[in-house]
């Protein structure tokens, strides 16, 4: 009796309901990369404080952002045509992110879709106004529409231009800066962060890592340059390639990298193959000690002609060699990280926090201070497996 009254309504939810925003692809315009610069009155943000709520708003076309959409030209796609297509552009000034999406779909003649975007480009400019990050951030938090998988980068200068950028190899910008990023992570030069990643750092305390990029006009060149540190959502500073790739050994998770020492004035390669990291803390009268112990399995890549490293003295001398210098790489970047930053991108924080629950009880109110003051340890064990063909 009870399935023949609830088979009626399931039959009317059936028949009944439907795709109720139906759109034709062709009618679609698919957002695959997004750009975000500072509009000419992002200047004005105290003015706008000044606005009660209940004045009238409406009016009033406050340029706090100037967002750049990109679009492949899907009339270059279909049966007999190339694979990939040329982007296309639209860019809106607008008082907020809503306010964009509204504003570029005014300008288009199609239905804008950004659930397949790949790429979030932000001005470095824009980072330093810490409560429009702030709005911009909520906001991509709170879009379900959009993909949050896609790869965020800070940028030197106007995203817009990394937006319009014609690459050599690449028909659109996003393959090309995505392809970047992949064989840039191979060697630990950057650390490639989603969308998704990035606002989970963000809301846990407001700190960040970011892929940094600049462009060479002259050369008309991408390059992928570090990181940007982003410290209570605003930009903080920046870490080169090389103490980019020590953060992610420090981190303990690189899969490959390279190092390198000079042999009687000639460049020993290490390839890095294999790495495990280990953490150990104490704390005494509130003081943070730590100890990071990295140990590194590898390959040695090129000598000099004519010189043998097949000795057992001598491919011992190269790993003492490597664990001194790259143990003063990796204590520099602590130390950068600490005096500099004061942000703690390595993990001790997670550490203490699960395994010091008492001690973390105690800081977690000041833990930058905490660890701004820590006593970081750090030894590096390196192991030589393969030295390449030999006769």
């Known amino acids: 009796m009870k399935f023949k009254k609830i088979l009626p309504v399931v039959l009317c939810s059936i028949l009944l309901s439907g795709c109720w ?20 009155d992002i200047g004005k943000q105290e003015d706008l404080k000044t606005i009660k709520p209940d004045e009238p708003f409406a009016e009033r076309r406050i340029k706090k952002l100037n967002v750049t959409y990109g679009f492949p030209d899907i009339s270059q796609l279909g049966p007999g045509k190339a694979g990939t297509a040329s982007e296309k552009f639209i860019s809106a000034e607008a008082y907020s992110m809503e306010d964009a999406v509204a504003q570029a779909t005014l300008k288009s003649s199609r239905n804008l879709y950004y659930g397949h975007s790949k790429l979030l480009l932000i001005s470095e400019d824009l980072l330093n106004y ?71 750092a963000l809301s846990e305390n407001g700190n960040a890592i970011i892929p940094r990029m600049t462009f060479d006009k002259d050369k008309k060149e991408l390059k992928l340059s570090g990181v940007a540190v982003i410290k209570d959502f605003t930009l903080k500073g920046y870490l080169n390639p090389i103490e980019t790739a020590d953060l992610e050994i420090l981190r303990g998770k690189l899969e490959n990298g390279k190092k390198v020492v000079y042999k009687d004035g000639h460049p020993v390669d290490f390839i890095i193959e294999d790495l495990k990291r280990k953490i150990k803390v104490n704390h005494k009268n509130g003081k943070l000690f730590v100890n990071i112990d990295i140990n590194l399995e590898g390959s040695a890549k090129g000598f000099y002609f004519g010189k043998e490293i ?41 550490y203490v926090e699960k395994y010091e629950p008492s001690f973390w009880n105690s800081v977690k109110d000041k833990w930058d201070e905490t660890y701004k003051n820590a006593e970081v340890n750090v030894t590096v064990t390196t192991h030589i497996r393969r030295i390449g063909v030999i006769k």
Do not use: C, H, W
């Open 130 to 200: 810490t409560d429009i990050m702030k709005e911009i951030f909520d906001y991509l938090e709170r879009q379900p529409t959009l993909n949050k998988m896609m790869m965020v980068v800070a940028v030197e200068g106007r995203a817009e231009e990394y937006i319009k950028f014609k690459p050599e190899m690449e028909k659109n910008v996003d393959e090309y800066i995505n392809g970047l990023m992949e064989n840039s992570s191979r060697a630990a030069s950057i650390l490639p962060i989603t969308l998704k990643e990035m606002l989970v």
């Open 21 to 40: 925003d139906k759109v034709e692809i062709d009618r679609r315009s698919f957002i695959s990369s997004i750009g975000i610069d500072g509009g000419k």
């Open 310 to 350: 097949s000795e057992v003295k001598t491919i011992e001398g190269l790993e003492k060699d490597f664990n001194k210098s790259l143990a003063v790489e990796f204590k520099k970047v602590v130390k950068i990280t600490q005096s500099e930053f004061s942000v703690d991108p390595i993990g001790i924080r997670e």
